[in-house]
């Protein structure tokens, strides 16, 4: 069968290079002559001399420090909030009801007043960026550290165990993996909100205003560009994620499902 | 050597409130246990062993009566008092050194003292060579002697096990219940065993209490007077065997009696003065 004659590490690739042949193809047998579709080899071409010229990096760099800055003081706060909500019960009932209905606002909802809070600038995007991680990292701490099996908490009573102990030996690590899976979620959402504030608080330098330009400019080459670089950069914070992940939560096995 | 606890239960009673209602869960519970020995507790299920369990290791409080270790009144947990609950409850993310050392995170014990307690309670349940491998590496029988180990390596003076091999298949049970009596007897400490095994609580016990439910009290107190090892085919084991179930069906009969409002001159469980359906129930 052509399925399993294909190497394994290779089969994730077979849909991607089918589509790029697909694309070639559709250039070189003039399937469309729409000036909307450009040729593979044209992207390639804006790619190296935008790389060569540095504009890219540039883009790039400030695309992310964005992206990691937000993330570092959105993922902080949910923690902080998470474990908060998460421990005592008297802070769920006080701040739990409003934090269930603030989750609910759309993201996008937030942007009129960020800009007006913030302006067009970094600081405005940045706030954005912080509250696309923030929900998602408050959420899964606080269900992490609600999740603590009480028969632990029992062994726990047992053995003794002074209130330091019980969060570092059973509580933190129990409540890891969905800690873990927060912020993996706030790495992703951070990112697709990078350009997303890029897209809605126009000025400045990123990833997202490469491709505005080049939309405004008809350069279907550079916004293809973009779309290459955004998804491959969201592809390796997310296999760079999963890497730590699986490194700390090493003694789960194979199986997730053991816990 | 670690002392074994001389346990005094006086007239212990226990309820708990439930939508404002009081339901008695223990009722003037009466037992003794000397230093060293080994007591079984059986009973059908909401009799309250576990609670019993529960309230002697410390997890429990609100009693009523008395509850004595060495004469001292038990107020919450301590680690002279070891507990082995049905499930292992090991922590997932350490392996099985690391679980064990757990039990002497506040032990009195110089460093060298705790290494070599967990080595020599690795060795007592038989787990030498697997002291890093992790939970979910290991089957049902191996994890709990894992969590026995946990229990004993700070060396209480009590053992206590809620129904410790309950979820095992019976080949691994019965080959743990052989091993559980020669850990008791290397370390000699006091151990109280909840089942709802009656084979198991007589094997192992040198009396086996037998209690009744709701309100959970004690209905007689069996010694078995065997030597060990014990021979479950042998006939004076058969017979103790024999003599435990007995109270369990005039448990039953005297439930089914009160169900019917069934009427009669002599008291009930004074021999059969039963209608023949009740008589086939038993």
């Known amino acids: ?4 004659s294909i190497p394994r590490p290779l089969r994730g690739w077979v849909v991607p290079l089918l589509l790029l042949a697909l694309w070639w193809a559709a250039v070189r047998f003039g399937w469309s002559t729409s000036p909307l579709l450009v040729a593979p080899g044209r992207v390639w071409q804006t790619g190296v001399e935008q790389v ?35 421990t005592s019960r008297f802070a769920e009932k006080l701040i739990g009801p409003t934090f269930h209905t603030v989750k609910q606002i759309s993201l996008f909802a937030w942007i009129p007043l960020l800009s007006v809070w913030f302006g067009l600038g970094d600081a405005a995007k940045v706030a954005f960026l912080s509250l696309a991680a923030f929900f ?19 062994v726990a009573r047992v053995l003794r165990f002074s209130r330091a102990q019980r969060w570092r030996r059973l509580v933190l690590p129990a409540a890891a993996p969905s800690i873990f899976a927060g912020i993996h979620l706030g790495l992703i ?28 400019h008809f350069r279907m080459d550079m916004v293809l560009l973009g779309v290459f670089i955004v998804g491959f950069v969201g592809f390796a914070l997310n296999a760079i994620a999963g890497r730590i992940e699986a490194r700390a939560l090493a003694w789960r096995g194979r199986s997730v499902a053991q816990f | 050597m670690p002392h074994a606890g001389t346990l005094q239960i006086g007239q212990l009673s226990k309820q708990y409130v439930v939508n404002d209602e009081t339901l008695p869960v223990l009722d003037h519970i009466t037992l003794t246990v000397n230093p060293g020995e080994f007591v079984s507790i059986v009973g059908s299920s909401g009799c309250g062993k576990s609670t019993l369990l529960r ?45 064990i050392a757990l039990g ?10 705790k290494a070599q307690s967990v080595r020599e309670h690795i060795a007592l349940v038989g787990l030498g060579g697997f002291e890093t491998a992790y ?36 080949l691994t049970r019965a080959h743990l219940q052989q091993e559980l009596h020669r850990i008791w007897q290397a370390e000699g400490i006091t151990m109280i065993l909840v089942t709802h095994d009656v084979e198991e609580a007589v094997y192992l016990g040198d009396q086996v209490v037998v209690m009744a439910p709701r309100p959970g009290r004690v209905r007689r107190i069996v010694p078995v007077g065997l030597a060990h090892p014990r021979d479950r085919a042998g006939l ?47």
């Open chain 2, 236 to 282: 004076a084991f058969a017979r103790i065997k024999e003599d435990v179930l007995a109270e369990f069906a005039g448990e039953a009969a005297a439930a089914t009696v009160a169900r019917h409002a069934f009427r009669h001159d002599d008291a009930p469980g004074s021999g059969w003065p039963l209608p023949s359906g009740l008589r086939f129930a038993l």
């Open chain 1, 52 to 86: 060569a010229s540095g504009k890219v990096f540039a883009a790039l760099g400030a695309s992310l420090w964005r992206d990691l800055v937000g993330f570092a003081i959105g993922a902080t706060a949910g923690l902080l909030v998470g474990a908060l909500l998460g």
């Open chain 2, 104 to 113: 002497l995170l506040n032990a009195r014990f110089s460093e060298a003292e």
């Open chain 2, 135 to 170: 939970p979910h590496q290991l089957s049902g029988g191996m994890s709990q002697r894992v969590a026995i180990a946990r229990a004993l390596v700070s060396r209480p003076e009590v053992l206590l096990l809620d129904e410790p091999f309950g979820a095992l298949d019976a």
């Open chain 1, 1 to 4: 069968m052509i399925a399993t």
């Open chain 2, 55 to 99: 309230l002697i290791v410390g997890l429990e409080a609100d009693y009523q009566g008395e509850l004595l270790l060495d004469g001292q009144r038990i107020v919450g947990t301590s680690l002279d008092r070891g507990i082995v609950f049905q499930e292992h409850r090991l922590f997932p993310w350490l392996n099985v050194e690391q679980n």
């Open chain 1, 136 to 154: 998602p990292v408050v959420l899964n701490t606080f269900e992490g550290i609600r999740g603590v099996p009480a028969e632990l908490l029992e």
């Open chain 1, 189 to 216: 959402y951070a990112w697709l909100a990078t350009l997303g504030a890029e897209y809605l608080l126009v000025s400045g330098q990123g990833i997202g205003n490469l491709m505005i330009d080049g939309r405004e």
